[in-house]
């Protein structure tokens, strides 16, 4: 089992929002941050620090942090994000640690 | 830019052994952490080792004691020696760069990924 909650699946129709959250202890005064990967794809960091964008990652593309739980956005959700999302924590007992993962579907 | 290539995958068989290594580009390597983060065949992320820019090693429970990480930073290459492997090892492992912002790091970049089978 994993340290951090995640659903394994959300559904979203095109130009819709989808909300991915992740839940767990070692959130509680951290911040998460999220990946992207697609099929056969290297993981793509979109969110750091709990709400930041790293460059280059669409205006889309939100974090926020509530207590222990932290979610993801994605506003006007597009065909192109149909993806395999990850959140992460560190912790110093456990370091680096990650969610299970959500396939985000967009149809 | 930055670049992480990672090599020395392959099948090997249970209790063998294997060395990873990722080649680095784009930025001061030696001033940086750098982590191994594994996916097994659809599954998630695990991550596996840490070496921090000062040499220090950290390990995941589930392979402390067999595998070991080390680098080089006069060849900006990090490497990831793994000992008495076992089926459940099997995975794409994935070099990446860590940034530490304040109590909260993520992985900034990230390598192809090396696939690693352990089959008899």
């Known amino acids: 089992s994993y340290e951090l909650t995640q659903p394994p699946s959300v559904s979203v129709s095109p130009g819709q929002t989808a909300s991915i959250t992740c839940s767990g202890d070692?959130?509680?005064?951290?911040?998460a941050s999220w990946y992207q990967q697609k099929p056969g794809q290297s993981p793509v960091l979109v969110i750091y620090q709990g709400i930041k964008r790293p460059s280059g990652i669409p205006e889309r593309f939100s974090g926020s942090n509530s207590g222990s739980t932290a979610t993801l956005t994605i506003t006007e959700t597009q065909a192109m994000d149909e993806a395999d999302y990850y959140c992460q924590a560190w912790d110093s007992s456990s370091a680096w640690i990650f969610g299970g993962g959500t396939e985000l579907t967009v149809l | 830019e930055v670049q992480l290539l990672e090599s020395g995958g392959g099948l090997v068989q249970p209790g063998g052994s294997l060395r990873l290594s990722c080649a680095a580009s784009g930025f001061t390597f030696s001033t940086y952490g750098m982590s191994w983060v594994r996916q097994a065949p659809g599954k998630g992320l695990e991550w596996v080792s840490a070496?921090?820019?000062?040499?220090?090693?950290y390990y995941a429970d589930c392979v402390k004691g067999r595998f070991t990480v080390s680098r080089d930073n006069s060849k900006s290459t990090l490497y990831l020696q793994m000992n008495s492997l076992r089926a459940d090892d099997t995975a794409v492992y994935f070099c990446?760069?860590?940034?530490?912002?304040?109590?909260?790091?993520?992985?900034?970049?990230w390598g192809q990924g090396s696939l690693v089978t352990v089959s008899s």
């Open positions: 070496s921090a820019k000062n040499g220090n090693g």
């Open positions: 070692k959130l509680v005064n951290k911040y």
């Open positions: 990446a760069k860590e940034e530490w912002w304040g109590g909260s790091p993520a992985f900034d970049y």
